[in-house]
C-alpha cells in the first residue's frame, strides 16, 4: 500500500490500542482468581433464587445470569421469568 | 435437521478458531440459528476472537457438570441475533470433558441450532477427539505449508475411524480449507500450490482464505472478519465457503482486493 493509503487508512486500522485494552481488561480479571468468580456468581444465583422462592414459584430455566466485566466496574445482571402472578384480589 | 461441523487440523496456529468464527457468523448472518463451541478447555479463545470475553459466566463444563443449565452459558452475539457461543472451561481439568457429558450436549444443541460448530483444540488427543466425535461435517483447516499438510493428513484419519459416523459405517463429510494463502508466493513457486494440497490429501476444497491482515485486525477488534471487514477477500472467502457449506455450487476462486485506492479512500468516507 501506497503511503497515501496507510496515511488516510490510519483511522480504519488501528486495532492494535482495541487488542491491547481488551487484553488488559481480561487478564486482570483472570489473573486474580477468575477460578472462584464462578463460584461466586454460583452463590449469588443461587441464594438470591433461594429468596424470591419463598414468596414465588420459579423455573430454574427461566432465570438467566448475564455479566460484562469492564475495566472498574462489571455489571451482574440476573434476569427472573416470572409467572404471572395471583392477587389476592382475584377470583 | 441440525448439521454439526467440526473445525479441525491437528496442527496449532493454523486458523481453526478465526474460521469458526468467520464461518458461523457468515452462516448466521443468513438468518440460521447459530452455535460456535469451544472445545479447548483449558484454552479458551473463540470467546476473545468473537468478543464475548467480558461476557463469559458459564462454560461447557459447568453444564456438563450441572452447574448452570445450557441455556445459561450460551452468550448471544450483540451483532448478530441467531448466534450463540458456547465457551470452553478456562481453569478446569481437562477429564472433566466427559463422552456422556459432550454427547449430552451435543444433543441439546442439535434441538435448539440449525449449525453446532465445534471448535478443535490442537493436537489428536481427548480434546480434539471429543470436538470430532459427533460431528457431521468436518472442515480440515491446512495452511500451504508441509507439517501443516502432514498433521491435516493425519486428522483425516481420525475422521475416518474414531468418529460416531465412522464407528456407525457411515463415513463424515470431509472439507477442506487452505488458509493463510498468498497467491503471489504460490505463483513464484514459493509455496505449495493449492493442485498439490489437494493432490495429497484427496479431499473437496470448501474455500481458499487468502493471507490477509484484516485477519489479525479483526481478531483485534474481537470481530469475526466476515463482520469486521465484509468486502475483504478473506471475509468472501469465508462467506462463499458457508454458501458452499448450504449445498450451493461454487467455483472456488481466491479472491482479490476489488477496488483500487481512490475507490477505497471514497468508500471509507460514506
Known sequence: ?91 | MAKVLVVTSGKGGVGKTTSTAALGAALAQTGQNVVVVDFDVGLRNLDLVMGAERRVVFDLINVIQGDAKLSQALIRDKRIETLSILPASQTRDKDALTAEGVASVMAQLREKFDWVICDSPAGIERGAQLAMYHADHAIVVTNPEVSSVRDSDRIIGMLDSTTEKAKGGGKIEKHLLLTRYDPARAARGEMLRIEDVLEILSIPLLGIIPESEEVLRASNLGAPVTLSSPDSPPARAYAEAARRLEGEKLEVTVPVERKGLLARLFKGKS
Open chain 1, 1 to 91: 500500500m501506497s503511503l497515501f493509503g496507510s496515511f488516510f487508512g490510519r483511522s480504519s486500522k488501528t486495532s492494535a490500542p482495541v487488542a491491547r485494552d481488551r487484553l488488559q481488561i481480561l487478564l486482570a480479571h483472570e489473573r486474580t482468581g477468575n477460578g472462584n468468580e464462578s463460584d461466586l456468581l454460583n452463590k449469588l444465583q443461587a441464594e438470591i433464587l433461594e429468596v424470591i422462592k419463598r414468596h414465588i414459584a420459579v423455573d430454574q430455566d427461566k432465570v438467566q445470569v448475564k455479566l460484562d466485566r469492564g475495566n472498574s466496574v462489571s455489571m451482574l445482571e440476573i434476569d427472573i421469568e416470572v409467572p404471572q402472578m395471583r392477587h389476592s384480589g382475584q377470583p
